[in-house]
């Protein structure tokens, strides 16, 4: 599975944007992109996922650059409940045993 | 109700003790999964079945066996346990393995807290 590169950790401030980045430059043309969080003493927690084209679900959106080498999580009205550590994911599409391989994530404080 | 539940939250044992974890996913899923996160908060996968049959084992010792009665529950005994098993398990189900994956979403438990004394 290609290796996913994201800051260690970022604040923002309550009721404004948090944009999440993160690299994946050895992604292969039948790897999606997915994001995960884990908040404090939860298991984790699907967000949103896409293959090429920017995403929208009601929790995030998922915008992912036209050669697919990085991507951008946006909460667009962060509240202190999306303080997590969130993860970024990439898996072929028909990954072996649907595994999941987490990296370190990004740890998200989200101040009031 | 909640889709996957694990039991116990919290399991303290002394060294070389034999436990057992349990877990049950109500969401009708093909799919369960083992998944350890160690003291520097890594997740990494240990098992996954489906329909009762394991797919993988990632280099797990053997002292840790899954086991899965049916496939709304897979549970993970562990035997001889050592202080390096301390960590938090998580059990998560997904639809199933086979065919396109991009919607195979992942539902986690919220975890067994395991510390070996």
Same mark, same amino acid.
């Given at each position: 599975d290609a290796k996913t590169t994201q800051p260690t950790s970022m604040d923002c401030a309550?009721?404004?944007?948090?944009?999440?980045?993160?690299?994946?430059?050895?992604?292969?043309?039948n790897e999606y992109v997915y994001w995960y969080r884990q908040i404090?003493?939860?298991?984790?927690?699907?967000?949103?996922?896409?293959?090429?084209?920017n995403e929208t679900n009601e929790m995030a959106s998922l915008i992912i650059t036209e050669d697919r080498k990085s991507s951008t999580l946006i909460l667009p009205h962060a509240t202190l409940r999306d303080t997590a550590v969130?993860?970024?994911?990439?898996?072929?599409?028909?990954?072996?045993g649907n595994k999941l391989t987490?990296?370190?994530?990004?740890?998200v404080l989200v101040k009031p | 109700d909640t889709a996957v539940s694990q039991t116990p939250?919290?399991?303290?044992?002394?060294?070389? %003790?034999? $436990?057992s974890i349990k877990c049950e996913q109500n969401l009708g899923h093909d799919t369960m999964y083992w998944y350890k996160q160690d003291s520097k908060k890594f997740l990494k996968i240990m098992f996954s079945y %489906?329909? $009762?049959e394991l797919i993988i084992n990632e280099t797990v010792p053997n002292r840790f066996s899954p086991k899965s009665p049916d496939k709304a529950h897979l549970n993970l005994h562990i035997?001889?346990?050592?202080?390096?098993?301390?960590?938090?398990y998580f059990c998560a189900s997904s639809p199933r393995t086979s065919g396109?994956?991009?919607?195979?979403i992942q539902y986690f438990g919220a975890g067994t807290r395991l510390s070996v004394l």
């Open positions: 309550e009721g404004r944007a948090a944009n999440l980045p993160c690299n994946h430059s050895t992604i292969s043309g404090h003493s939860q298991g984790p927690q699907y967000i949103i996922h896409g293959l090429k084209n969130y993860y970024c994911i990439v898996r072929p599409i028909k990954a072996a987490f990296g370190g994530g990004t740890r | 939250k919290y399991l303290v044992t002394q060294m070389g %003790n034999d $436990k %489906n329909n $009762k035997n001889s346990l050592e202080l390096g098993d301390s960590a938090v396109t994956l991009a919607k195979n």
